[in-house]
């Protein structure tokens, strides 16, 4: 095959032809069986193989970086994606990709069903009511699970389905299987075990259960439609605004800018959360790309690297509030980036693709006719603890009047869409309303119709103790040494908000410290606080716990109180107003609780602790002294 095939008369690169070469048996990728850690994954390709496809048959792509470009097209166009995280992004190494079914090679009968919409939508009703009343109730890793069938009773009823609907004839069976993993990849159901969740089998003990028909119906129109983005098929669909919107992002999520610096003038209004430059990363503009000349221990000379630190310790000067955990550094003012670019993506270069906080929600909205005038962005500095939030920036003012102003020019009530440390953020507006306003609860009534809760730590963040005891770069691991992450974290004010209440709610203790003697002793947050962080114990005392909107509560006899939540601290109790929605992420491996011992380098600012990694993780065997419950 010539290279040059691969593009059409004006130069570009011929999407469709490409696909066709890649799915081609003889030419294209290597698909067949796999096996990686015992697990078998079918028909799928290896990314770096792939990689190297490109590089040999693609004209003018030359390098790995270009190869890999060319993959995460292909992804986001759903030509193929990884074998277990549909979400993952293609890069060059030894990782399993598989074709959609609506592109992956067929017979033409499978391929001419895949085609035809209507027949594929008759076949997927009929198969939805045959087996509806056949399912049953299955064991699957201990847990039991209603209304399920399996992959082998899946292929008969569509063979007999489609013998009636397909007029060439019948289906064999692995013609069966690809309809059905078809169907799978638009989620019509979905496979209990997680060791192959995006494999369809047609074995008897294999099993899988329906999941919410509007998912499918979703993925059906995106595949009639030709669309990609959900809120593009929802305005197919007829969906247009109807209550206005306030986005209220989490911890880090709100960008930063310098609105003054006697250091450093040249950072004035600029963005310094987060600006990979101004943390000593250099790149420079490749054309269409932008190049990493060096970072972190990547500086080619010593000069460059000396000139990297200098950066950094700019940056976390300009990042870092003084003592008292939320006031500016002498000579230095920073605050929150105003407008929807101060929440839709965190990097605001080369990264800005991979860093996304509300950037893709937004599109979608933004696809279904809202607006500025009927949805707004709330960011805010992270840094700060709440009180001083209102104290300084007046932010949950700022909050009560955009609703208003947006139940004023919309005629409709407002919806408040947080994430992550936003919700302890709406909690806290929640409560501030009730403090602050006259006739409140009428207020809420009037302007609040809903709060949507994505990924909210209603008790709290166990991470934000590992933070405390032994510091935090914030993800910036590459360009901030331990020692800078430790100060940044030890001067949020803002890090208690997160802090676990009711701990013994939790799946374990949170705190475990290895004694000399090498026991595992068990701390409660609020000790090993005191003991190990005394910086944030203040900001803790002076803060949080005798902050009525949040933690101290007012004189109030429960048994008096019809509120079956009377006796619990305000950020716990249920928020006063109608509708609140909960929306959290599944099969997430997620931290929950932290093995220390003496650290065996002792860093700044008095870190003497550092993680245990002898407490045991995945596969390893447990010390059941030292770690009691065997928790990964």
């Not at 609140?580 to 992420?585: E, H, K, M, P, R």
Request: net charge neutral; glycine share 6%; hydrophobic share 40%.
């Amino acid at each position: 095959m010539e290279r040059s095939v691969l593009r059409d008369s004006t130069g570009k690169l011929n999407f469709a032809q490409l696909v066709d070469c890649i799915k081609d048996p003889k030419i294209g990728f290597k698909v067949e069986d796999r096996t990686w850690r015992a697990r078998a994954y079918r028909q799928c390709f290896v990314a770096s193989q792939a990689v190297a496809w490109f590089i040999i048959n693609c004209e003018a792509v030359e390098t790995e970086a270009e190869a890999v470009e060319i993959g995460q097209m292909l992804v986001d166009k759903g030509v193929f994606c990884h074998v277990v995280d549909r979400l993952k992004p293609f890069s060059n190494g030894y990782l399993f990709f598989r074709f959609n079914s609506v592109h992956a090679p067929q017979v033409p009968i499978v391929e001419d069903l895949l085609k035809n919409n209507d027949a594929l939508d008759a076949l997927v009703n009929r198969f939805g009511g045959n087996l509806e009343g056949k399912t049953g109730e299955h064991i699957v890793s201990l847990k039991t699970y209603k209304n399920c069938f399996a992959g082998s009773e899946a292929v008969d009823c569509v063979l007999l389905i489609a013998a009636e609907l397909i007029s060439e004839g019948k289906l064999r069976r692995e013609e069966g299987v690809a309809v059905l993993q078809c169907m799978m990849d638009m989620f019509l159901f979905v496979q209990l075990s997680k060791s192959e969740m995006h494999t369809f089998s047609d074995n008897a003990e294999k099993f899988y259960q329906f999941s919410d028909p509007r998912i499918y119906r979703v993925a059906s129109l995106r595949r009639r439609l030709g669309l990609k983005r959900v809120g593009q098929i929802n305005a197919k669909l007829g969906y247009r605004v109807k209550h206005p919107i306030i986005l209220i992002p989490g911890v880090i999520s709100s960008a930063l800018d310098v609105w003054y610096s006697e250091e450093k003038p040249e950072w004035t209004q600029q963005r310094i959360w987060l600006s990979m430059s101004k943390i000593g990363l250099k790149f420079r503009n490749g054309g269409d790309r932008e190049e990493i000349l060096s970072f972190s221990g990547f500086s080619t000379t010593e000069s460059e690297e000396l000139s990297r630190r200098d950066a950094v310790r700019d940056w976390v000067k300009h990042i870092t509030p003084r003592e008292d955990g939320w006031s500016d550094p002498p000579g230095i003012k920073v605050r929150a980036h105003p407008g929807f670019e101060g929440i839709d993506y965190m990097a605001d270069n080369f990264l800005k693709k991979a860093s996304f906080i509300f950037g893709k929600l937004i599109s979608n909205l933004i696809d279904v006719g809202y607006e500025p005038k009927s949805m707004v962005a709330a960011p805010y500095d992270w840094r700060l603890p709440p009180c001083k939030l209102q104290e300084r920036d007046k932010f949950f003012t700022w909050m009560k009047l955009q609703s208003e102003l947006l139940v004023r020019v919309n005629g409709e009530k407002v919806v408040l869409i947080s994430h992550s440390m936003g919700c302890r953020t709406v909690s806290y507006f929640l409560e501030w309303v009730k403090a602050n306003v006259q006739n409140a609860e009428q207020w809420l009534d009037n302007h609040i119709h809903a709060w949507m809760a994505l990924g909210a730590p209603l008790l709290g963040a166990p991470v934000t103790m590992r933070s405390m005891m032994i510091g935090d770069t914030l993800g910036l691991d590459l360009f901030l040494h331990s020692h800078e992450g430790v100060q940044l974290a030890r001067h949020l004010g803002s890090l208690p908000w997160l802090f676990p209440l009711k701990e013994e709610l939790l799946p374990d203790q949170i705190v475990h410290v290895r004694a000399p003697t090498g026991e595992c002793n068990v701390l409660p947050t609020l000790d090993a606080m005191k003991i190990y962080a005394p910086r944030t114990d203040r900001f803790w005392n002076d803060y949080y716990e005798g902050d009525p909107l949040f933690i101290k509560q007012k004189s109030i006899n429960p048994l008096a109180s019809n509120a079956p939540d009377a006796d619990l601290p305000p950020v716990l109790r249920v928020p006063p107003i109608k509708n609140t929605w909960l929306v959290y992420g599944t099969n997430i491996q997620t931290e929950a609780s932290y093995f220390f011992r003496p650290a065996t380098v002792k860093t700044a600012d008095s870190v003497i602790l550092e993680l245990d990694t002898s407490a045991g993780g995945p596969g390893s065997e447990y010390d059941p002294v030292w770690n009691p419950t065997g928790l990964k």
